[in-house]
């Protein structure tokens, strides 16, 4: 049974910092591409960042520079690094999976991703 779990949310000051992780229990994780998503109330999800089998990553245009996505294939987790926070920043993000082929790109739509966390509460205040 796949399971995601997130942790690491909470609120922050805008220019603060926050790292989430993601707990991961998946058969050959390292087959996933991974990725995080946020959903801010009255807003529809929206990806933030993902990260291929092979260490790739791609960014959002509003967190480029701001946020690191990285991964450990070891133990099974997907971080997320998140600097120079803003208020914008502020929703629910959530940590999602999806099975690749060998060298394929992370899919960018939402519903590719078969599995998904519960999520975490990240806000930022002016």
Known sequence: QVQLVESGGGSVQAGGSLRL???????????????W???????????????????????????KGR???????AQNTLSLQMDSLKPEDTAMYYCAAAYIRPGAQCPARRDAYA??????QVTVSS
């Not at 599995?115 to 975490?120: D, L, S, V």
């Open 67 to 73: 946020f690191t996505i990285s991964r450990d294939n």
């Open 37 to 63: 998503f946020r959903q801010a109330p009255g807003k529809e999800r929206e990806g933030v960042a993902t990260i291929d089998r092979d260490g790739r990553a791609t960014y959002a245009d509003s967190v």
């Open 115 to 120: 599995f998904w966390g519960q999520g975490t």
């Open 21 to 35: 992780s993601c707990a991961a229990s998946i058969r050959d994780y390292s087959r996933y591409c991974m990725g």
